[in-house]
């Protein structure tokens, strides 16, 4: 893998952390504490803000400039975690497991790309995509298919996620 690859893998990756740290604010903004899922959706905020420090640190490491798209990000992710919340607690569980289907296959190819090129980070996305596949596995868990509309829900979130990648490997 080249330079210009690296940068493109960590610049998106740290995009994708700083989203969902947006997306699980907007949730809890929303469900507060009267959920029985806001601890769950807490503990899993706190892993993506340690996702995204590991992020912003390789980044910075490596040099790489951030999206130019993270202001829009900032609200597009906080407002599809509010409104999913609002259609209720099912549908923001619709949201995560939407989201980490597409990050699970994401770092799945990155993984790929990788091979053995850059142990470390392949380490770090190894490690990412298993807290991420969890993230998945408790939405399911909560109800996530039970969601007004679910399939529908699910395929226009997963289709934006799949959008958001490519913007932000470009911008």
Known sequence: MNRA???VMLRVDQAGEYGAKRIYAGQLAVLGDRHPMSAEIRHMAAQEEAH????????????????????F???????????????????????TAAIE??????????????????????????EFREDERAHHDAALAAGAEQAPAYPLLSAAIRLGCRAAIRLSERI
């Open 5 to 7: 690859e690296k940068e």
């Open 73 to 95: 990000w900032h609200v597009a992710g906080y407002v599809l975690g509010a409104a999913t919340a609002l259609m209720g607690p099912k549908a923001a569980m619709a949201c």
């Open 52 to 71: 995204l420090t590991k992020f912003n640190a390789l980044v910075a490491a490596h040099g790489v400039r951030p999206t130019l798209l993270q202001p």
């Open 101 to 126: 289907t597409e990050i699970d296959r994401h770092y799945s190819a990155q993984l790929d790309a990788l091979g053995e090129g850059d142990a470390e980070l392949a380490g770090v996305i190894r």
